[in-house]
C-alpha cells in the first residue's frame, strides 16, 4: 500500500496529459492498511453460495485512500472507500473488478454508492504495481 500513492499519481499525471479537457484531479495522498477479510458476494446464506465462494479463486482486499482535489484555488479533500478483486495465476496477481465509494473526509455527509472503478486511476496505478510485482522490480509482501 505504501507504494499506491505514487502509481496512482503517476496514472493521472499520464492521463491528465492525454485529455487536457479538464482540470479536475486529485492526487493521491495516503492508502490506508489493507483489510482481506472477505465479504459473502451474494447476500442469500446457503450451503452452495458458501461452497461458490470457497471453490473462487478471486481474493477480496479493502482499503482506503486520502486524495486531495484542487477546485478553483480551494484544497478539497476526499476519502475513498476501496473494494478490489484480484487473482492469482502462474505468472502472478491480476486485478479482476474494482469498487470504490466517495465521501468527503471532513463532513458526515454518507458515501456515494459504490460504482465500479475497474478502469479508474486507482485501478491503473495498482495494475502498474501487479505488472511490476510479475517483472520482479519490486518485492510482493505475503500476508499472513
Not at 53 to 68: G, P
Amino acid at each position: 500500500m505504501q507504494d499506491l500513492p505514487s502509481y496512482t499519481n503517476r496514472a493521472s499525471q499520464r492521463a491528465r496529459r492525454r485529455t487536457r479537457r479538464s482540470d479536475l484531479f486529485s492526487y493521491m495522498l495516503l492508502a490506508g492498511r489493507p483489510e482481506f477479510q472477505p465479504l459473502p458476494l451474494n447476500p442469500v446464506n446457503d450451503d452452495l453460495n458458501e461452497q461458490k465462494s470457497t471453490n473462487s479463486k478471486v481474493e477480496q482486499v479493502f482499503f482506503t485512500t486520502l486524495e486531495r482535489q484542487y477546485i478553483e484555488n480551494k484544497a478539497i479533500e476526499l476519502q475513498e472507500f476501496h473494494w478490489l478483486f484480484l487473482t492469482k495465476n502462474q505468472s502472478g496477481w491480476y486485478l479482476v473488478t474494482m469498487l470504490t465509494q466517495t465521501g468527503a473526509s471532513r463532513n458526515q455527509q454518507p458515501p456515494t454508492p459504490p460504482r465500479d472503478s475497474s478502469n479508474g486511476i486507482v485501478a491503473q496505478g495498482i495494475k502498474a504495481w501487479l505488472r511490476d510485482c510479475r517483472a520482479g522490480s519490486l518485492r510482493e509482501t505475503e500476508r499472513n
